[in-house]
């Protein structure tokens, strides 16, 4: 079969979980990718500036980084995970909603910035449920996982489209326009030929287009909201919601009671998984733990050096789509803008559909096999992007390319990194973390050298970062071998020692039955 039975076994087993953790991120994606193609509605509708309204983006992503730092906090029971996934996927939800509503940048920025600490949370609840429950066979699934962060990318543009304005509101300047420009066509394909990159765009005689951008947020507040209502559903499958006439236990004696019986019946609910496992939890409570105290320099090093790998990876798919469309349509590409507006929408399709194939890989290969392909992959695609840097044809497949390859670098990361540390460390906080703090850097780093040495410099970037990416990971490669023999050795130095006490128990045994049947 193309997928053993002990898989299939294990997903019908928690396939109700696994499910509800899939649709979330599936609001994650929807969330994350709505606000560049409708950004310039959203200035006419806030009558604010163009440095004004790039303060919504800083918001989202700075919210984000914090929601994906404490978000683990909220994994110490079930009903806490439940409850924060709930909460956060209806918050996105209301945020689609009252936009529209948000007539003053401030209050824009605010509701951006309360989705981004949702995401930030659902990132991080998510990655470390799915890893909890499946642990060693986690690589699958969270391919899985990730896909729908691109799935919900995909389709949240495409809901924002048909209802965009074409007209600006005539109080942009020249510098700001090329910007908004971007912003404008990184995710969206239609044609604004009419307009000049380097000119600001003009009213129709008109008068301005009335904007109806609102019907699409209250297009994606709908579609997302059965994605709460799955949550909830779970949590009354779990019987977790307390006010249900269900007869079930009080939530706290539901909890203890798996903490008591986790040791019994193995498998019998996920909390008793999570309690097993329990090395997971938020950013600022895994450098307090007590317990780090005595491991080896290769423990830290395999965190810091994987969650470095991440924050340049994730910088580079931040960055690429990000900017994607400036170089394009920039010397020496100077492509259309209704052609260099299908990069972005490539990219995340090859993102997409690279998450879709790595699920069946990442059951036949190891994650660190997959890894040491994809990165080696990008590296190869950026440096042909460069040796090919006039060829309009290269910058699609490339795009493309690397979407593919820059797909599953973190679902992999994530299960590479877990399976080293035995699921006891707090991988998934930190790569979480440096993950979205990489895209947060990255995208403003970038923007700004392009801005400062042209647009030849977007892929010399690219190149850079990938090529520290690559580097580290062999470094963290190299602290795997001295943290395998680490635990090699110690597991040495136990069985020595109770060795020894094996001994002594059995010969205080023998010297007991003699003296036993002297007596008799």
């Known amino acids: 079969?193309?997928?053993?039975?002990?898989?299939?076994?294990?997903?019908?087993?928690?396939?109700?979980?696994?499910?509800?953790?899939?649709?979330?991120?599936?609001?994650?994606?929807?969330?994350?990718?709505?606000?560049?193609?409708?950004?310039?509605?959203?200035?006419?509708?806030?009558?604010?500036?163009?440095?004004?309204?790039?303060?919504?983006?800083?918001?989202?992503?700075?919210?984000?980084?914090?929601?994906?730092?404490?978000?683990?906090?909220?994994?110490?029971?079930?009903?806490?995970?439940?409850?924060?996934l709930f909460v956060s996927a209806l918050l996105i939800s209301v945020i689609f909603a009252i936009i529209p509503l948000c007539n003053n940048v401030l209050l824009l920025a605010i509701a951006m910035a309360v989705s981004g600490f949702a995401m930030g949370i659902i990132d991080t609840i998510a990655n470390i449920q799915l890893v909890t429950i499946y642990q060693r066979d986690s690589a699958v699934f969270l391919q899985a996982l990730h896909f729908f962060i691109g799935f919900g990318a995909l389709v949240s543009p495409l809901i924002a489209d048909p209802f965009l304005s074409e007209t600006g509101c005539g109080n942009h300047t020249g510098n700001g326009t090329e910007i908004m420009h971007h912003f404008r066509n990184m995710l969206r394909n239609s044609p604004i030929a009419e307009h000049n990159i380097t000119q600001s765009?003009?009213?129709?005689?008109?008068?301005?287009?009335?904007?109806?951008?609102?019907?699409?947020?209250?297009?994606?507040?709908?579609?997302?909201?059965?994605?709460?209502?799955?949550?909830?559903?779970?949590?009354?499958?779990?019987?977790?919601?307390?006010?249900?006439?269900?007869?079930?236990?009080?939530?706290?004696?539901?909890?203890?009671?798996?903490?008591?019986?986790?040791?019994?019946?193995?498998?019998?609910?996920?909390?008793?998984?999570?309690?097993?496992?329990?090395?997971?939890?938020?950013?600022?409570?895994?450098?307090?733990?007590?317990?780090?105290?005595?491991?080896?320099?290769?423990?830290?090093?395999?965190?810091?050096?994987?969650?470095?790998?991440?924050?340049?990876?994730?910088?580079?798919?931040?960055?690429?789509?990000?900017?994607?469309?400036?170089?394009?349509?920039?010397?020496?590409?100077?492509?259309?803008?209704?052609?260099?507006?299908?990069?972005?929408?490539?990219?995340?399709?090859?993102?997409?559909?690279?998450?879709?194939?790595?699920?069946?890989?990442?059951?036949?290969?190891?994650?660190?096999?997959?890894?040491m392909f994809n990165l080696a992959g990008a590296i190869v695609t950026v440096l042909m992007l460069l040796i090919f840097y006039t060829s309009s044809t290269f910058l699609f497949a490339g795009t493309c390319l690397c979407g593919l390859f820059l797909s599953s670098i973190f679902p992999c990361m994530l299960a590479y990194t877990e399976d080293i540390l035995d699921y006891q460390g707090c991988?998934?906080?930190?790569?979480?973390?440096?993950?979205?703090?990489?895209?947060?850097?990255?995208?403003?780093?970038?923007?700004?050298?392009?801005?400062?040495?042209?647009?030849y410099s977007f892929l010399l970037c690219g190149m850079i970062i990938a090529c520290i990416g690559f580097i580290l990971f062999i470094g963290l490669l190299l602290f795997h071998r001295m943290h395998r023999n680490y635990l090699t050795g110690t597991t040495k130095k136990s069985a020595m020692v109770e060795e020894p006490a094996t001994e002594q128990n059995g010969s205080a045994r023998t010297e007991q039955k003699e003296e036993a049947a002297e007596s008799s």
Not at 7 to 24: D, E, G, M, Q
């Open 427 to 455: 991988a998934t906080s930190v790569l979480v973390t440096s993950a979205g703090m990489g895209e947060m850097v990255m995208q403003v780093l970038v923007g700004s050298i392009i801005q400062t040495e042209g647009s």
């Open 1 to 84: 079969m193309f997928v053993d039975e002990r898989i299939l076994t294990l997903f019908k087993r928690n396939a109700h979980h696994t499910l509800t953790y899939w649709s979330v991120f599936f609001s994650f994606g929807l969330c994350i990718a709505f606000l560049g193609p409708t950004i310039l509605d959203l200035q006419c509708q806030t009558n604010s500036t163009l440095s004004q309204i790039t303060w919504v983006f800083f918001s989202q992503q700075f919210c984000l980084l914090i929601g994906s730092s404490i978000g683990g906090v909220f994994k110490r029971t079930l009903f806490s995970a439940l409850s924060a």
């Open 201 to 371: 765009p003009l009213p129709h005689e008109g008068g301005e287009e009335e904007s109806i951008v609102q019907y699409a947020f209250w297009i994606m507040a709908l579609i997302n909201l059965p994605v709460p209502i799955a949550v909830l559903f779970l949590m009354y499958r779990e019987q977790l919601i307390p006010c249900c006439p269900s007869g079930t236990p009080r939530l706290l004696d539901k909890d203890e009671l798996a903490m008591e019986t986790q040791q019994g019946a193995e498998g019998s609910d996920v909390e008793q998984k999570e309690h097993e496992v329990g090395g997971h939890g938020d950013i600022f409570s895994c450098c307090q733990n007590d317990n780090l105290r005595g491991l080896p320099v290769s423990f830290f090093m395999i965190h810091i050096l994987g969650g470095m790998v991440l924050f340049m990876t994730d910088g580079i798919v931040g960055a690429y789509a990000g900017f994607v469309y400036t170089y394009a349509v920039a010397p020496p590409m100077l492509l259309p803008h209704k052609t260099a507006g299908y990069l972005a929408s490539i990219f995340w399709a090859a993102i997409t559909a690279g998450r879709l194939l790595s699920i069946p890989l990442s059951y036949r290969f190891q994650p660190v096999r997959l890894l």
